[in-house]
C-alpha cells in the first residue's frame, strides 16, 4: 500500500509569489490535514479536511487555503508569499472519522527568499 | 485552550542508558499517539493509547496511558543511536474540532 505522497519536495520561491503543495492520501483514507512545522514552532495545524469539506482551521492568515478532491486528493495554496512562509509543510492522511492515527507524507520544504 | 506538555525538550544520554518522556496535560483525551520524526521526514506513527492505564510495548519502547487519560509516558530502555529522533504526542481531544492537539516534542540523541 503506497503512503501518502506530497510533491513537490523542495521548492524555493520568491517573496510575493504564490505557491500550490500537493498531497496524495493513502489509497481508502478520507481525512487529510495539513501542518506548518518551523524549528521553533514545532507542528501547527493548518486544516484539516473530509470528504471535501473542511472541518476545521487553525490560526493561519487567510494567504493559506487548502481544498480536497473528491479522490480524496488535496492541495494547499499560499498566496503573496512572505519569508515567514518558509517551513517543513507537512501532510497527513488518516482512516478514522476523527482525523486521529495519522500518516505522514515526507513534507514539502518551502523556501522564501 | 487544550494543551499537551511534553518533556524534556531536549536530551542527550550515551547508548545502553534508559529513559522516560513524558507527556502532560489538564484535559482528558480519548486516545493518545506517539510519533518519532527523522529530520527532513514526516513524523511516524508508533503507537495509539486508548484506554486509561493502558501500557502497550514496541521492542524496547515502553508507552503507558496516565489512568485518567491526561498523560502519557515513553520509556526507552538501552536506549541505541537508531532512537535518535524527535518524538511527539498527540492527543485526541474528542471534540467536534477534527483537530489532534500536538505537544512541543523532545529531541533525543543517543550518542555511540
Known amino acids: 500500500k503506497a503512503g501518502v505522497t506530497q510533491t513537490p519536495r523542495y521548492l524555493i520561491k520568491t517573496r510575493g509569489q504564490q505557491v500550490t503543495l500537493s498531497c496524495s492520501p493513502i489509497s481508502g483514507h478520507r481525512s487529510v490535514s495539513w501542518y506548518q512545522q518551523t524549528p521553533g514552532q514545532g507542528l501547527q495545524f493548518l486544516f484539516e479536511?473530509?470528504?471535501?469539506?473542511?472541518?476545521n482551521k487553525g490560526n493561519f492568515p487567510g494567504r493559506f487555503s487548502g481544498r480536497q478532491f473528491s479522490n480524496s486528493r488535496s492541495e494547499m495554496n499560499v498566496s503573496t508569499l512572505e519569508l515567514g512562509d518558509s517551513a517543513l509543510y507537512l501532510c497527513?492522511?488518516?482512516?478514522?472519522?476523527?482525523?486521529?492515527?495519522?500518516?505522514f507524507g515526507q513534507g514539502t520544504r518551502l523556501t522564501v527568499v | 485552550t487544550q494543551l499537551l506538555e511534553q518533556s524534556p525538550q531536549f536530551l542527550s544520554i550515551q547508548e545502553g542508558e534508559n529513559l522516560t518522556v513524558y507527556c502532560n496535560s489538564s484535559?482528558?483525551?480519548?486516545?493518545l499517539q506517539w510519533y518519532r520524526q527523522e529530520p527532513g521526514e514526516g513524523p511516524v506513527l508508533l503507537v495509539t493509547?486508548?484506554?486509561g492505564g493502558e501500557v502497550k510495548k514496541l521492542k524496547r519502547l515502553t508507552f503507558q496511558f496516565g489512568d485518567a487519560r491526561k498523560d502519557s509516558s515513553l520509556h526507552i530502555t538501552a536506549a541505541q543511536p537508531g532512537d535518535t529522533g524527535l518524538y511527539l504526542c498527540?492527543?485526541?481531544?474528542?471534540?467536534?474540532?477534527?483537530?489532534?492537539?500536538w505537544g512541543a516534542g523532545t529531541k533525543l540523541i543517543i550518542k555511540p
Open positions: 484535559s482528558v483525551f480519548s486516545s
Open positions: 497527513a492522511s488518516s482512516s478514522t472519522a476523527r482525523g486521529t492515527e495519522a500518516f
Open positions: 493509547v486508548v484506554t
Open positions: 498527540a492527543g485526541d481531544p474528542w471534540d467536534s474540532n477534527y483537530q489532534l492537539i
Open positions: 479536511y473530509f470528504s471535501e469539506t473542511q472541518r
